[in-house]
Nanobody, 121 residues
Framework: QVQLVESGGGLVQAGGSLRLSCAAS????????MAWFRQPPGKQRVFVASVRGPGDNTMYADSVKGRFTISRDNTKNTVYLQMNSLKPDDTAVYYCAAGDYGTGISNYDYWGQGTQVTVSS
C-alpha cells in the first residue's frame, strides 16, 4: 500500500508559479511510475505529467509542455510538479498518482486526495 498526500496548491495570478509536492508513505516511490493528473471544474480527470524508471524518464501533456516540470526525490520519497507561466485554464484539482506506465487513470493504483490550484486572470 502507498499513501499519497499532495500539498502546495493555492491561488495565483496568471503568469505566476506554484510547486506542488506529493509525499508518499508505505512504499518507496522509486518502485512506481509517478504521475500528476488534474480535474478542472465540471470536467474529467486528465493526465498532466509522469516520471518513471531509474533514468527518471518524463512525459507531459501537450497543454503543459515547456511550462510544467515533474521531478522526484527518492531520498524524501516525494514527487514535485513545478508549474510556471500559469494560465486560467490550469485551474483544477491536481492529483498525485502511483502505478504503472501510461496516461490513463486506470494505469494508476494509488491516488492522493488532491490539491486545488486556482489561476486568476
Amino acid at each position: 500500500q502507498v499513501q499519497l498526500v499532495e500539498s502546495g496548491g493555492g491561488l495565483v495570478q496568471a503568469g505566476g508559479s506554484l510547486r506542488l509536492s506529493c509525499a508518499a508513505s508505505g512504499r518507496t516511490l522509486s518502485l512506481y511510475t509517478m504521475a500528476w493528473f488534474r480535474q478542472p471544474p465540471g470536467k474529467q480527470r486528465v493526465f498532466v505529467a509522469s516520471v518513471r524508471g531509474p533514468g527518471d524518464n518524463t512525459m507531459y501533456a501537450d497543454s503543459v509542455k515547456g511550462r510544467f516540470t515533474i521531478s522526484r526525490d527518492n531520498t524524501k520519497n516525494t514527487v514535485y510538479l513545478q508549474m510556471n507561466s500559469l494560465k486560467p485554464d490550469d485551474t483544477a484539482v491536481y492529483y498525485c498518482a502511483a502505478g504503472d506506465y501510461g496516461t490513463g487513470i486506470s494505469n494508476y493504483d494509488y491516488w492522493g486526495q488532491g490539491t486545488q490550484v486556482t489561476v486568476s486572470s
